[in-house]
């Protein structure tokens, strides 16, 4: 059974930093897409950034420049590094996976950027 387990959130002052770690586990095959996912309170969930298998990765106009996807293949573990952090990144950051066409998604990290 596929598990994604996240880490790494927390509450953080704007201008500061976080590292979002997920770590996917019971496949036996790659994950061709590992991706996060936020959603604030009243709005709809979004794509943050993601990457492929071989390395392509694609980021929210919103944190270009700010947030850092990478992917540890060997361990099937994805993260976020977030910089420069703004009131507006509060959201619940949810883990995005996928084997073949099947998603999956993490139990989700609460990201509170507060002063």
């Known amino acids: 059974q596929v598990q994604l387990v996240e880490s790494g959130g927390g509450l953080v002052q704007p201008g500061g930093s976080l590292r979002l770690s997920c770590a996917a586990s019971g496949s036996t095959f790659s994950f061709t897409f590992m991706g996060w996912y936020r959603q604030a309170p009243g709005k709809q969930r979004e794509l943050v950034a993601s990457?492929?298998?071989?390395?392509?990765?694609n980021y929210a106009d919103s944190v270009k420049g700010r947030f850092s996807i990478s992917r540890e293949g060997a361990k099937n573990t994805v993260y976020l590094q977030m910089n420069s952090l703004k009131p507006e990144d509060t959201a619940v950051y949810y883990c995005?996976?996928?084997?073949?066409?099947?998603?999956?998604w993490g139990q989700g990290t609460q990201v509170t950027v507060s002063s």
């Open positions: 995005n996976a996928y084997v073949r066409v099947t998603g999956y």
């Open positions: 990457i492929t298998s071989s390395g392509m990765t």
